[in-house]
């Protein structure tokens, strides 16, 4: 809200942001939804100005380093051909369904609220839409919602040719690609009632 305050460049649709009628990140501890790359960008540039420390999105690279998935990948590859492969790496296994708070994705109680949308038979993560950050457990490296609710913009591109941001990890309104390999890509500029972002604040030289 303080970011927001006197912009007159920001699109309102974070501040009550509802899909078919029902609210979506609907209190201050979710996450944000529907800002774009450039949003994302924007509140760290002001939020490292407030602090006098750097923040910024992270890249594809530390996003996977993050999720565990650093000695799987080949850093030299794009993210395109990254995304097709480890499709079976979950953060909790093979099992399917998910376990009980493995994350916030495309439940059953999502149907509930938006009967139209297709979800994961046999889990109930309770939120049908966003939840609360640090509801779940953190992974191993005590970070939290890299699993579920909203997918989060990267700084990188698709590939080289593509004018398109990319995003990492799966999301409470998507019920099929919770594979933390995973990228998807979307033109810099679109809003989505599930992609958000993560700051990473930089440190040492």
């Given at each position: 809200?303080?970011?927001?305050?006197?912009?007159?460049?920001?699109?309102?649709?974070?501040?009550?942001?509802?899909?078919?009628?029902?609210?979506?990140?609907?209190a201050?501890?979710?996450?944000?939804?529907?800002?774009?790359?450039?949003?994302?960008?924007?509140?760290?540039?002001?939020?490292?100005?407030?602090?006098?420390?750097?923040?910024?999105?992270?890249?594809?690279?530390?996003?996977?380093?993050?999720?565990?998935?650093?000695?799987l990948?080949?850093?030299?590859?794009?993210?395109?051909?990254?995304?097709?492969?480890?499709?079976?790496?979950q953060?909790?296994?093979?099992?399917?369904?998910?376990?009980?708070?493995?994350?916030?994705?495309?439940?059953?109680?999502?149907?509930?609220?938006?009967?139209?949308?297709?979800?994961?038979?046999?889990?109930?993560?309770?939120?049908?839409?966003?939840?609360?950050?640090?509801?779940?457990?953190?992974?191993?490296?005590?970070?939290?919602?890299?699993?579920?609710n909203?997918?989060?913009?990267?700084?990188?591109?698709?590939?080289?040719?593509?004018?398109?941001?990319?995003?990492?990890?799966?999301?409470?309104?998507?019920?099929?690609?919770l594979?933390?390999?995973?990228?998807?890509?979307?033109?810099?500029?679109?809003?989505r009632?599930?992609?958000?972002?993560?700051?990473?604040?930089?440190?040492?030289?």
């Amino acid at each position: 809200v303080a970011f927001a305050a006197g912009r007159n460049d920001l699109d309102a649709g974070w501040v009550s942001p509802k899909l078919d009628d029902v609210p979506v990140s609907a209190a201050e501890e979710h996450p944000v939804v529907m800002i774009n790359w450039h949003e994302a960008l924007a509140f760290c540039d002001w939020l490292s100005r407030k602090e006098g420390r750097t923040y910024r999105i992270p890249t594809d690279r530390e996003w996977s380093l993050a999720a565990g998935l650093g000695e799987l990948e080949n850093a030299a590859e794009s993210p395109e051909d990254l995304g097709r492969k480890l499709t079976s790496h979950q953060s909790w296994g093979d099992a399917w369904p998910p376990p009980k708070g493995a994350g916030n994705f495309a439940d059953e109680s999502l149907l509930s609220q938006l009967k139209q949308r297709s979800s994961i038979v046999g889990y109930q993560d309770g939120f049908p839409t966003t939840s609360p950050v640090m509801s779940f457990s953190p992974n191993p490296l005590g970070l939290f919602d890299l699993d579920g609710n909203v997918s989060e913009w990267v700084m990188d591109r698709w590939n080289r040719m593509s004018m398109g941001r990319q995003l990492r990890g799966s999301n409470w309104f998507e019920f099929n690609s919770l594979q933390a390999s995973r990228r998807r890509w979307d033109p810099s500029g679109n809003r989505r009632f599930y992609h958000g972002f993560r700051c990473v604040l930089v440190v040492g030289p």
